[in-house]
């Protein structure tokens, strides 16, 4: 082997093995963790099956990184998985998270705000040591000049040598791999770089694909004879608030042990529905998921964004609706119609600079509007809740009621029971936005007919099994991501005009339901008459009172 200096030269080829092997085994402890979890090391074959799961984990991040290996690009491409690669680990060290498409997307479509609270001295430390070092050297080590023909002989020595290594491998342990890989999917989803170079690139394709023919869904849609005979004028305005990462294991109403929404339980006739599952794990999912009328199982990002939505469908009904934001954004949602933020005018006791407004903020905007002329208004108000992991950003001092809360973003730095403490903090702020929002409209019963309905848009894992934040796969989530609050409230105006009985929807709170239901529910609720709603998936279907004469 030649040498420059104190490095000696090595091929393109030879040097992205090296950085595999770097990845391998400096960056996945927590892989080897999960292997190990699922398959202790207990007999001579056990030990032996590990070295195989190692051979195979190398050879695929090794296959992964060769087409980076060319000489003229191969160390700014090296340089930069190094970088990225510590990253990831940062993360799935820190959080227990698992990196895939979804993932990605929450990474594009993170705010820079949100993003600067995830900046400690932990993650520098992380880029530094298991990044920056490791680049610096590849930058330092001289590349061996070769021919390309010499390089493409490299390369399909790798792949003869990939394949071989995986016929050995199966020839041995094919039963041990197959069941490994099969049942535990998830790990994948630890592996760098080879977790977020495949989402990266799935999400590449997803977003370049070409788009969709638009589809126009409720063209139909209409407003029904609720509407019409004596008082139809009357103003009226429903609220859906969209909340953020509330998960139902902490709801009060749900029989959680602590009294995160006392304000909430003690508004007469108020619904809280008790089995409610999101549409995803993840803001960008949900959202858009829940405003469609697709579905969880028919649900993709591509299709959402080339058919109406449920906000296009309650404009044809003649509604004025509105979008108003303190989230990150609406993740198109409201394309058609806009977005309307709160930080255009701060207010000082609710807005600090270079963080989110609290949630309460939006009720200034919210107050113009129910004031405004148009007769009947749908407005969509989406609250940051309970975002983390700066939960302790999420609400004014005087809500921290339940402590020691973790003031922390590094959650390494504080006990799971001051997490839980912080974030059980944020629910009850939003349990106080909730019922000032429901007392606004209450206070405007004399002239206007009112009712609001609050969903979170997904979960949060708090430490359970070493898992903090959310965004895992659906399929191998904890129902902690998946279970989240549902509030109803109408006032007597609404309920008469529209007809939905309290009493049954109280009687029938806990019927499962889940996301899928809120697109077809709504038109249900405000008597919106068009085929694409489905009744059977109308939570307020089984609840309509008959119709009186000249009501």
């Known amino acids: 082997m030649k040498r420059d200096g104190l490095w000696p030269q090595l091929s393109a080829t030879a040097l992205t093995a090296c950085v595999a092997l770097w990845c391998l085994f400096a960056m996945n402890l927590p892989f080897w963790a999960r292997v190990q979890e699922v398959r202790p090391i207990a007999s001579l074959h056990d030990l032996l099956f590990h070295g195989s799961v190692a051979l195979l984990a190398f050879l695929a991040v090794n296959l992964f990184l060769t087409p980076f290996a060319i000489r003229p690009v191969v160390k700014p491409a090296l340089i930069i998985i190094l970088l990225l690669g510590a990253l990831a680990t940062y993360f799935i060290d820190t959080y227990g998270v698992f990196i895939d498409k979804v993932m990605i997307r929450n990474v594009f479509e993170t705010d820079p705000a949100e993003s600067a609270e995830l900046l400690t001295l932990k993650l520098l430390g992380y880029i530094f040591l298991m990044g920056m070092v490791p680049a610096l050297v590849v930058w330092r080590v001289p590349l061996a000049k070769i021919s390309w023909q010499r390089e493409l002989l490299h390369k399909a020595g790798v792949l003869a040598a990939t394949l071989a290594g995986i016929g050995v491998i199966a020839a041995v342990f094919y039963q041990d791999q197959a069941s490994l890989l099969r049942n535990h999917r998830e790990l994948r989803h630890l592996l760098v770089p080879f977790n977020y170079l495949s989402g990266v690139g799935s999400y590449a394709m997803e977003v370049s694909r070409p788009k969709l023919p638009y589809e126009a869904i409720a ?3 209409k407003r029904g004879s609720r509407w019409t005979g004596e008082g139809a004028q009357r103003p009226t305005a429903v609220v859906l608030v969209v909340g953020e990462t509330a998960r139902a294991a902490n709801a009060q109403l749900g ?3 602590r009294a995160t929404m006392p304000q909430l339980a003690q508004v ?12 995803g794990t993840s803001t960008a999912i949900s959202v858009p998921c829940m405003f469609s009328d697709l579905g969880r199982a028919d649900f993709s990002s591509a299709r ?3 058919r109406d939505n449920l906000l296009d469908a309650l404009q044809r009904a003649g509604f004025a609706v509105s979008w108003y934001g303190n989230n990150s954004d609406c ?9 309307r933020r709160p930080d255009a005018k701060p207010d000082p006791a609710l807005c600090r600079p270079g963080q989110p407004c609290f949630d309460e903020i939006l009720l200034r905007d919210l107050a113009v509007e129910l004031d405004a002329p148009a007769p009947h208004k749908v407005i969509i108000l989406h609250l940051i809740g309970s975002h983390g992991p700066g939960y302790h950003l999420r609400y004014p001092p005087a809500f921290e009621r339940f402590t020691p809360a973790c003031k922390q973003v590094d ?9 839980v403490n912080a974030y059980d903090n944020t629910l009850l702020y939003t349990d106080h936005v909730l019922a000032r929002t429901i007392a606004m409209l209450a206070e405007r019963a004399p002239k ?4 609001l309905w609050y969903v979170s848009d997904h979960g949060e894992s708090l430490g359970e099994n070493g898992v903090f ?8 989530a904890p129902e902690l991501q998946t279970r989240v609050p549902m509030v109803f409230w109408q006032g007597e105006g609404f309920a008469r005009r529209l007809g939905v009985d309290n009493a049954c929807l109280l009687a029938n709170r806990r019927q499962p339901i889940s996301q899928d239901h809120w697109f077809h529910s709504v038109l249900g609720l405000l008597d919106v008459t068009t085929q694409a709603h489905r009744p059977e998936l109308d939570v307020f279907g089984r609840c309509r009172r008959p119709e009186r004469a000249g009501v």
Do not use: Q
Request: net charge negative; aromatic share 10%; proline share 4%.
């Open 219 to 221: 063209a139909d849609a």
């Open 255 to 257: 029989g959680y042990a």
């Open 268 to 279: 007469p006739g108020l619904v809280y529905f008790t089995d409610v599952s999101s549409c």
């Open 304 to 306: 959402a964004s080339a």
């Open 331 to 339: 993740k198109g949602v409201c394309r058609n119609i806009g977005e």
């Open 411 to 419: 959650f390494s730095k504080c006990s799971v029971a001051e997490i």
């Open 448 to 451: 206007l007919d009112a009712a």
């Open 469 to 476: 934040l959310h965004a895992l796969p659906y399929a191998i």
